[in-house]
């Protein structure tokens, strides 16, 4: 009985010491053709789309995967660092589909945006233009908060002025032909400035534009509230151009 005992533990521990030779070349193999195909395919990192991205949608760190990929695959024209791809914006048109690679031409950063005025609304805002001029603006620039002023002469009675609202965003100004005056093909001479306002407020805004002259003045006191384009309730001007919306 003991020599069949000791048979049996003698079988036991060959068939072990077999099964963990066999998995100790199985490994070997594995890792040896990893190294094989590594350097074969020179695998290089690459990211692609971790999800369908909509267009003009920020990108994101949850929207970027990193992957190996051959470096034959990669072409020139695609991005394959994290770095060059998270906080810019996709284009206006198309989506990024899961799974692909991220196209320099499908990628902008926020000051190359066309439409880069338009991304900058918050919720309930709308892009307010008007015409200005140099003398009018000043030393006004995009991203500034200023107060703006309307002015309306009154046949028969003295002109009326006053503040309509306060700390207005300047999201951009523009020269005659459209172009952000940040653009290198800019002509540099102001003509239209776009300004963020509350939706509500547009019909008030436009009548303010039309019966009156519309002045813009940076203040101090702008910068130290978040509330933006604050609608100057009890001013004079207000009550007179809701008067005149209103018909009377």
């Known amino acids: 009985m003991n020599m069949q005992g000791e048979g049996k533990r003698t ?5 072990a010491l077999c099964m963990g030779g066999a998995m100790m070349i199985l490994a070997l193999n594995y890792l040896l053709f990893r190294l094989y195909v590594g350097e074969y395919l020179s695998l290089q990192p690459a990211c692609i789309a971790a999800r369908d991205i909509p267009p003009r949608t920020r990108i994101s760190e949850e929207d970027v995967i990193e ?4 470096k034959e695959y990669l072409m020139d024209h695609t991005y394959t660092e994290k770095a060059d791809i998270i906080g810019k914006y996709t284009e206006i048109q198309g989506m990024i589909p899961a799974g692909s690679p991220f196209y320099r031409t499908m990628l902008f950063r926020e000051e190359d945006l066309p439409d880069r005025a338009a991304v900058q609304l918050r919720q309930g805002q709308t892009s307010f233009t008007m015409n200005t001029d140099v003398s009018a603006l000043g030393s006004i620039t995009a991203g500034m908060r200023v107060d703006l002023y309307v002015t309306v002469e009154r046949r028969g009675e003295s002109p009326l002025s006053g503040c309509l609202f306060r700390n207005v965003r300047v999201l951009a100004v523009r020269d005659h032909k459209g172009t952000d005056l940040r653009d290198a093909d800019s002509t540099g001479i102001p003509y239209l400035i776009e300004t963020a306002v509350s939706s509500e407020d547009i019909p008030l805004l436009t009548l303010a534009e ?18 933006e384009a604050q609608l100057v309730q009890d001013s004079e001007i207000a009550v007179y151009l809701k008067t005149l919306a209103a018909g009377g």
């Open 67 to 70: 992957i190996s990929v051959p």
């Open 11 to 15: 079988t036991a521990i060959k068939a």
């Open 210 to 227: 039309t019966a009156g002259d519309i002045r813009l003045f940076p203040t101090a006191e702008s910068y130290q509230t978040d509330t």
